[in-house]
């Protein structure tokens, strides 16, 4: 495990376990031999003083200490051109499926099989 707790640098998010303490995240300022001292990421509340021996990377859930907050648990951050391009995407084949439907209801009604 202390090979594991090596990889917390300055920068780290650190998530607490804490059921009362939900959604807290915390960003590591200073790691000294034994203990991590980190702020939170609201601004009104001191910083941390956390004991190396509490914080677990192995991301196992657990209802105490704190976890290493990885980038694959981190929100996708969505471009608007993503956005644009999906819209532009979805408006494309609604408009392609409107002009068939209305090519076809053109061409039989001509031959009088379409019921109005």
Request: aromatic content about 10%; hydrophobic content about 40%; glycine content about 6%.
């Amino acid at each position: 495990m202390i090979k594991q707790r090596e990889c917390i640098n300055p920068g780290t998010k650190l998530k607490d376990n804490e059921p009362h303490m939900t959604n807290r995240i915390l960003i590591v300022e200073e790691v000294s031999d034994r203990f991590v001292f980190c702020r939170n990421t609201l601004p009104s509340f001191p910083k941390v003083r956390i004991d190396k021996n509490r914080i677990f990377t192995d991301g196992k859930p657990r209802r105490s200490g704190f976890s290493v907050v990885e980038e694959k648990m981190k929100r996708k951050i969505i471009n608007k051109k993503d956005i644009v391009e999906n819209i532009t995407l979805v408006v494309g084949i609604f408009g392609t499926i409107l002009v068939c439907v209305y090519l076809f209801a053109v061409q039989f009604s001509k031959f009088g099989w379409w019921m109005p």
